[in-house]
């Protein structure tokens, strides 16, 4: 069974600039989810989907931070300007029930200078 | 949002050495408890999945137990191997809540 896939694995931008994460969940998973992990800290959820539907997006920054899931499939990440404090690891993940066992990707390491 | 304490934060251990580590959570409303382990440039990989008071749950040399009355959880490692060295995290769920919340993690590092 194909696990979680994201890209891309690393991204070192400037400040101010646009990033877009991707990540393609386990076949016939419904959940989605999006953590942030900045360092020293645990995975923080930042938005959780059912299908194509958002469940909890209660921890996204919105006025920077936007996420979409068509079609109840693949799903992308995007910050739009990024900060220096959004450097962490983006975690997605998926689950067959909400939330059950998550299995997760190998997340993508943003470095914003 | 569900308050999750992990202790220690790091941890070094001799080869062969057994330890443990402990994870606390809000003890009301309490619907299950998760434990994953996360290697170095690997995904996080889920270890067990816990929601009776008093399980305890067994994979090869690694257990875990929970107590939902007192809020907190163990995850023992017996006879530590190189390739334990990870940061172990655990995450609880609320009833009535869809998403995980997370601790910080402890770290492991295994000494040959």
Redesign the interface.
């Known amino acids: 069974e194909a696990?979680?896939a994201q890209s891309p694995r690393y991204k070192i931008i400037e400040k101010r600039q646009s990033v877009a994460f991707w990540c393609n969940p386990i076949s016939g998973h419904a959940t989605l989810?999006w953590?942030q992990q900045i360092l020293?800290?645990?995975?923080?959820?930042l938005i959780?989907f059912q299908n194509n539907g958002v469940?909890?997006d209660s921890q996204l920054p919105k006025d920077r931070f936007s996420a979409e899931r068509l079609k109840g499939v693949d799903s992308t990440l995007k910050i739009q300007p990024a900060k220096l404090e959004d450097s962490a690891v983006y975690?997605c993940?998926s689950s067959q029930l909400?939330?059950?066992?998550?299995?997760?990707?190998?997340?993508s390491r943003l470095t914003v200078l | 949002i569900l308050n999750?304490e992990?202790s220690p934060q790091s941890l070094h251990v001799q080869e062969g050495d057994s330890t443990n580590f402990t994870c606390s959570f809000p003890s009301s409303n309490f619907y299950?408890l998760?434990w994953?382990r996360w290697e170095t440039?690997?995904?996080?990989?889920?270890l067990f999945?816990m929601t009776l008071n008093g399980d305890e749950k067994k994979k090869g040399r690694i257990s875990a137990t929970l107590n939902t009355k007192e809020g907190y959880s163990y995850l023992y490692i017996k006879g530590s191997q190189p390739e334990d060295s990870a940061t172990y995290?655990c995450?609880s769920?609320g009833s009535g809540a869809?998403?995980?919340?997370?601790?910080?993690?402890t770290r492991l590092t295994v000494i040959p």
């Open positions: 696990g979680v989810y953590y020293g800290q645990g995975p923080k959820l959780q469940v909890d975690l993940a909400a939330p059950g066992e998550l299995f997760f990707g190998e997340g | 999750v992990q299950a998760h994953y440039a690997k995904s996080p990989e889920a999945v995290l995450a769920r869809n998403n995980l919340f997370f601790g910080t993690g």
